[in-house]
């Protein structure tokens, strides 16, 4: 099985639970879900004028559609290559709950890895058991897809994008729909402002739900 690849890197997790963890983050091309804020544009369409070769994607300098086929064997042998030191694989994108993500997660876990996906919850989440599964749910985005409670209930932690009070309500009347009582809850103001910031601190501290700040934004990194 091939995975449509937009990024390939290494660095230190800025988000959620894992933030300061290094990690191997593996971008994949592709997401339907249209959310106006969204920070990585780039990925959400799969053209096949933009599929380059390995090499290509690997040396690109600045975010593009560009786009490459990978199998699970393929990424451990340029982790090999690339002298990897993290443990940690972060399967992020666009939307990677689109294709099946058990073959890749095995792969790596078979090997000792811990792997992590960062999900909107909006497609059947195929992955391992051991797989830690972040939702950051998307509600009413422009795509017009829907939170799945399969993938609420599957959920390690539930990172929540948030800028308005709109945002806190929504998040509300989703956890009042599932059971989730036990699942951490971030939330994340959305692109670093300052209205975002102040309304996420205090809706944390109102409701015992904790920050993720981005932390690669403040310091610069992928
Ligand atoms: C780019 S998404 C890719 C994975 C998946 N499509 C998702 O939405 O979870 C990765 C994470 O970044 C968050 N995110 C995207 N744009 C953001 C922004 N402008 N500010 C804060 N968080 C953002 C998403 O909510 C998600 O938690
Ligand atoms: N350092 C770093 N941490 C991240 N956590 C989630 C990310 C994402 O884009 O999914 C991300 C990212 O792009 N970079
Ligand atoms: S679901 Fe994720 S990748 Fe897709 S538009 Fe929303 S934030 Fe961006
Ligand atoms: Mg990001």
Not at 39 to 67: C, F, G, N, R
């Amino acid at each position: 099985m091939n995975y449509k690849i937009n990024e390939l890197f290494e660095t230190i997790q800025g988000e959620g639970s894992f933030t300061g963890q290094p990690s191997i983050f593996i971008r994949l091309q592709g997401c339907p879900v249209g959310c106006s804020w969204c920070d990585t544009k780039h990925t959400w369409d799969i053209e096949l004028t933009d599929q380059v070769s390995p090499e290509i994607m690997l040396a690109k300098k600045a975010e593009t559609a560009q786009w490459a086929n990978f199998s699970a064997e393929d990424i451990l042998a340029l982790v090999k290559e690339k002298h990897f030191n993290a443990k940690h694989i972060v399967i992020t994108g666009g939307e990677p709950c689109m294709v099946d993500l058990t073959p890749l997660c095995e792969t790596f876990e078979n090997l000792g890895y811990s792997t992590q996906i960062e999900t909107s919850g909006t497609f059947e989440i195929l992955t391992t058991a051991k797989c830690w599964v972040t939702v950051s749910p998307k509600i009413k985005m422009r795509g017009g897809y829907d939170i799945l409670a399969s993938a609420m209930s599957r959920a390690n932690e539930i990172k929540h994008p948030v800028a308005t009070e709109q945002n806190v309500d929504d998040l509300k009347a989703l956890l009042a729909m599932h059971q989730v009582e036990n699942t951490p809850v971030y939330l994340q103001p959305i692109s670093q402002k300052k209205r975002a910031t102040e309304l996420a601190i205090a809706t944390c501290i109102a409701n015992n739900w904790r920050l993720s700040v981005q932390v690669h934004k403040y310091i610069g990194i992928e």
